[in-house]
């Protein structure tokens, strides 16, 4: 089991920038699938960003080419580099780890993206 633990969200101004960090413990995020997803009021959780074991990436289509998803396989923590920030941006964002069959998920708590002027 992995527990896991974002930071790094705040306030920034429309064309910022915020790197969003999450921190596994209890397990390796190594072997994991590790995403990022955004949720606003009212609204369901959605995909951001996908690291794959394999070492492949996905992205939502409204953030390809601004934001890039990473892994630190030392420091046990994957990061969001948000650029180009537009208020619609505006989040809660929460890293998920899923099971390589994907039966499994694990969430942290959330960090709270704000952009506006």
């Known amino acids: 089991q992995v527990q896991l633990v974002e930071s790094g969200g705040g306030l920034v101004q429309p064309g910022g920038s915020l790197r969003l960090s999450c921190v596994a413990s209890?397990?390796?995020?190594?072997?994991?699938?590790m995403g990022w997803y955004r949720q606003v009021p009212e609204k369901q959780r959605e995909l951001v960003a996908t690291?794959?074991?394999?070492?492949?990436?996905y992205y939502e289509p409204s953030v390809k080419g601004r934001f890039a998803i990473s892994r630190d396989n030392v420091k046990n923590t994957v990061f969001l580099q948000m650029n180009s920030l537009k208020p619609e941006d505006t989040a809660v964002y929460y890293c998920?780890?899923?099971?390589?069959?994907?039966?499994?998920?694990?969430w942290g708590q959330g960090t709270q993206v704000t952009v506006s002027s």
């Open positions: 209890g397990s390796s995020a190594s072997s994991y699938h």
């Open positions: 998920k780890a899923s099971t390589t069959t994907w039966k499994t998920d694990y």
């Open positions: 690291s794959y074991r394999t070492g492949s990436t």
